[in-house]
């Protein structure tokens, strides 16, 4: 669900892109994904999201991402993670983002961020939840951030890592198709919204 905002805030010119992207996402799967998505900048600013309570750690998220990865950005890239120290709001929650570019910018001037409940990472039972876990990896297995795709091109050692640590690895592996769908969704209306009127990213951050 996307909080009402203000059409002429920066957190209301943004809004379509938010909700292409988790229209795409709770198509993956036939149950309540509990999406979120942000637009985060460089700087770590929310601009906006469907989420003010998750916004705080939807910034943590970008910024590990871009701590691992920073200076290395290309266009067509994402990376994923699901891990709880870096911003995730459990192990069962996946975390993926891609940079986006304004024009004639050498290093992107945000980030597009999604996040979905996966069925099952690992751990002694499905959905991650386990009253007998001594620790929270025995909920699921951890994963680092860890590129998606460069530069358009998919890494099929990580969706082979995701898919082989789930019992239900087809299932893993379509969410993980919609997850990339609504990322390339999002960052192309970004781009796009940002070459036809560069005051779309302007204006003052999200309240959270």
């Not at 025995?138 to 091109?153: C, D, K, S, W």
């Not at 990580?158 to 960052?187: H, Y």
Request: hydrophobic share 45%.
């Amino acid at each position: 669900m996307t909080e009402p905002v203000a059409p002429n805030t920066v957190q209301g010119r943004l809004r379509p892109a938010l909700e292409k992207a988790l229209e795409i996402l709770q198509a993956a799967l036939p149950w309540e994904m509990y999406a979120k998505a942000a637009v985060v900048r460089r700087d770590g600013a929310v601009l906006a999201t469907n989420s003010a309570a998750h916004a705080a750690s939807s910034r943590r998220l970008v910024q590990a991402f871009d701590m691992d990865f920073g200076g290395t950005w290309r266009p067509g890239d994402t990376a994923l993670t699901n891990d709880v120290d870096f911003g995730c709001g459990h192990v069962c929650e996946i975390a993926a983002v891609t940079p986006f570019w304004v024009p004639n910018a050498e290093e992107p001037a945000g980030f597009f961020l999604v996040r979905a409940q996966a069925p099952d990472l690992g751990g002694w039972q499905l959905g991650g939840y386990s009253r007998q876990a001594i620790d929270r990896w025995a909920e699921a297995a951890r994963f680092v951030p860890a590129r998606m795709t460069l530069e358009g091109r998919p890494r099929r050692e990580v969706r082979e890592m995701i898919e082989l640590n789930s019992r239900v690895p087809k299932t893993m592996a379509r969410l993980m198709e919609f997850v990339q769908r609504a990322l390339e969704a999002g960052a192309g209306d970004l781009e796009a919204a940002a070459a036809a009127d560069p005051s779309s990213l302007a204006g003052e951050p999200a309240e959270v």
